[in-house]
């Protein structure tokens, strides 16, 4: 294991964006579940922007069949530009110029097979090289409303610590069996450092109710453990494997981050999400309120069909 300074900048950031999206069939049958709008822009544009904030240079996207839209949405549209510029819609010009990526800035690699999310990050270890990057799961949204966003807090802590960092938030001890879940060394404010990791362990096992919820800072040795290509919960290549064997050999902490996640993947929490961002949108904020509060008034009158006016 090479040992070397853990405190380089984050240029780069990978999203893994090759799975199915089964969740949500049939409405993920031809589109990609990434692309399924949460208010204005589609969830990856989410991710993507929250990485961009935090200062991220170059995005990798590990894809898969069936996912080219992804690299579309954040190519130029001249001619969608020349028709918005004739109408005079200046508005609508300047949020499609805000999802255009700069020559060069976009990168993709495959996953062939889904093997498990350790291999979709391993697919793009060529991309990364030898420097610690940024890991964003799309399916996980988190609004810190208009505040600094999770991967943005994290590198500050990052330039503090170096090394590891990873976001966590509680979960119900319930739920344990669903996550990478931490053990906990020692805590100071809201960073803390980290003993050890189990992926999506029984309640009963489980070293805390602390879920890592998909935004990691990883040094690039953690590809030499995914290289091993070692079967971990569910028969798959997990990332939390190859980060637990880090702990000990680099600093690794983790933060409770400010702000909301929303597991967007879900089609509970999709909903939700979408609430959240349209309540808080410039434009309709406003009337969105107004149109919960009217459905929760019939709601609560018993009325069964809540579509508000
Ligand atoms: C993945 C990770 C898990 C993490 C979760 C967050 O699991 O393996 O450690 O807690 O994302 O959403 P998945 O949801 O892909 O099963």
């Known amino acids: ?33 990434e692309m399924l709008p949460i208010n204005d822009r589609p969830l990856i544009q989410h991710v993507v922007d929250e990485a961009r904030e935090a200062g991220i240079e170059e995005f990798i996207f590990v894809t898969g069949r ?55 990050i391993w697919c793009a270890k060529k991309l990364v090289g030898d420097e610690p990057f940024a890991v964003l799961l799309p399916d996980v949204l988190i609004n810190n409303q208009g505040k600094a966003g999770c991967l943005k807090q994290m590198v500050d802590i990052y330039n503090e610590t170096g090394g590891n960092v990873i976001a966590v938030e509680d979960v119900p001890r319930e739920e344990t069996f669903k996550y990478g879940i931490v053990d906990v060394e020692s805590e100071k404010g809201d960073c803390m ?3 050890g990791l189990v992926e999506k ?10 879920s890592a919820i998909g935004r990691y ?18 028969g798959e290549i997990q990332l939390t494997d190859a980060m637990a064997k880090l702990i000990g050999r680099q600093p690794f902490n983790a933060t409770r981050f400010a702000g909301k996640s929303y597991d967007s993947g879900s089609r509970l929490g999709f909903i939700q999400a979408n609430l959240a961002y349209a309540t808080q949108d410039d434009e309709i904020g406003e009337a969105v309120k107004l149109l919960i509060q009217n459905m929760a008034k019939k709601l609560n009158k018993g009325e069964i069909n809540v579509a508000a006016e």
């Open 201 to 210: 362990p029984a309640p009963e096992d489980a070293p805390s109710t602390l």
């Open 217 to 234: 800072i990883l040094q690039p040795e953690v590809f030499e453990h995914l290289a091993a290509f070692e079967k971990g919960a569910g």
């Open 66 to 120: 069936h996912k080219n839209m992804l690299e579309e949405h954040f190519d130029y549209q001249p001619e969608l530009k020349s028709t918005l510029q004739k109408r005079g819609k200046d508005d609508m010009i300047a949020k499609v110029e805000y999802s255009e990526m700069p020559a060069g800035r976009l990168f993709t690699t495959r996953q062939p097979r889904p093997l498990g999310l350790g291999h979709a």
């Open 1 to 33: 294991m090479t040992s070397q300074n853990t405190k380089r900048i984050i240029r780069k950031a990978v999203f893994p964006v090759a799975g199915l999206g089964t969740r949500f069939l049939p409405a993920t049958k031809v589109m990609p579940k």
């Open 193 to 195: 450092t980290i003993k």
